[in-house]
């Protein structure tokens, strides 16, 4: 079982769930993140404009992302230096996307505010010529031949949709064991088809 990304609620593939550069996704928190407009900065608190459909919890202002010195952040999780936070020095330690070197405990109670680890992710990403991770729906496979069904888009395995998930978000589907790495390679080699299919499922072919 996983959780939200945003709630922390509960979210499985027998249900269904949204996934965005690896990141699991409650329906309701996948479709409330498209009204989001202003959030506070993670340091100074100011109201910071944000772009709509984007993945974020957490942002952060010009100004202060101008000040931000994440090589040095982390250099020293990565040598394991005392904590910016609590001072202890972890078994694991965290750069984040906002220049905090944190220890494990620290890291879990700022909500792992992490320095991009997939893409779609806030923050800064380490593989930066990736364009962002598009959304698909996770769900699990088959177990009987009455429920309704969904192919997966990488491997074609048959997969169950008994909630309608991928047709109300009108969104590709995706089986467990090609989630991830997987699911990316794919992403990234067929993109231009992903984006036009998507287009025209929502009815936006002059857009494509």
């Given at each position: 079982m996983k959780t939200c990304h945003f709630c922390k609620t509960e979210v499985s593939a027998q249900v269904g769930y949204v996934d965005i550069g690896g990141l699991p996704l409650c329906l309701y928190c996948y479709e409330s993140r498209r009204i989001r407009t202003h959030l506070p900065c993670h340091i100074c608190r100011q109201g910071t404009l944000?772009?709509?459909?984007?993945?974020?919890?957490?942002?952060?202002?010009?100004?202060?992302?101008?000040?931000?010195?994440?090589?040095?952040a982390y250099n020293a999780a990565r040598e394991r230096k005392p904590c910016d936070r609590c001072s202890q020095r972890g078994e694991i330690q965290y750069a984040t996307c906002y220049r905090q070197n944190l220890?494990?405990?620290?890291?879990?109670?700022?909500?792992?505010?992490?320095?991009?680890?997939?893409?779609?992710?806030?923050?800064?990403?380490?593989?930066?010529?990736?364009?962002?991770?598009?959304?698909?729906?996770?769900?699990?496979?088959?177990?009987?031949?009455?429920?309704?069904?969904a192919g997966c888009i990488v491997c074609n395995k048959r997969l169950s949709d008994h909630t309608g998930i991928s047709i109300v978000l009108m969104l590709p589907v995706l089986c467990e064991e090609c989630r991830g790495p997987t699911w990316w390679a794919f992403m990234d080699k067929n993109r231009d088809e992903l984006d036009v299919e998507s287009c025209v499922v929502r009815g936006k072919r002059d857009e494509c």
């Open positions: 944000i772009e709509s459909n984007l993945l974020i919890n957490d942002t952060i202002c010009e100004e202060c992302g101008n000040k931000l010195d994440l090589p040095k220890c494990e405990v620290c890291y879990e109670a700022a909500n792992r505010p992490v320095t991009q680890l997939y893409c779609g992710d806030r923050g800064y990403s380490p593989f930066p010529s990736r364009k962002p991770s598009l959304p698909v729906v996770v769900l699990a496979p088959c177990q009987t031949s009455e429920e309704p069904r």
